[in-house]
């Protein structure tokens, strides 16, 4: 698998300044192979408290990133705290936008009100 980062005015430095990232719900199995083990490193997913969420904690464990656990429906609030304090540690953080309920494509008000605050 091949992945592009288009940054032409170099805003992205994960060295300097946490960054958050957004997967659809149907592309989550290529999230871990995205990054560089460095970048996997300081990268936290908010992954659902349900059984399926457990799957992926386990399979982001294997690529080395930690996951808090949450979603809208369920731990909703304790994962955005979490997300960010994850973000105020200069760590990184990945969403799921859609979910698994859907509506698929559709952008929740998550990870804009995350990079607001």
């Known amino acids: 698998m091949r992945t592009e980062v288009i940054d032409p005015n170099r805003c992205i430095d994960?060295?300097?300044f946490p960054f958050i990232?957004?997967?659809w719900h149907n592309r989550l199995l290529f999230f871990p192979a995205m990054f560089t083990k460095p970048i996997r490193k300081k990268t936290v997913a908010m992954v659902s408290s349900s059984r399926d969420g457990q799957y992926v904690t386990d399979i982001c464990g294997?690529?080395?990133i930690?996951?808090?656990r949450?979603?809208?429906s369920k731990k909703g609030f304790a994962a955005f705290t979490d997300a960010l304090e994850v973000l105020n540690e200069k760590c990184n953080v990945s969403i799921t936008p859609d979910g698994p309920r859907g509506p698929r494509y559709k952008m929740?008000?998550?990870p804009i009100a995350l990079a607001s605050m």
Do not use: E
Request: hydrophobic fraction near 20%.
């Open 14 to 16: 994960p060295d300097k």
């Open 21 to 23: 990232t957004v997967t």
């Open 62 to 64: 294997l690529f080395g």
């Open 66 to 68: 930690k996951c808090v």
């Open 70 to 72: 949450g979603s809208s």
């Open 108 to 110: 929740s008000k998550g």
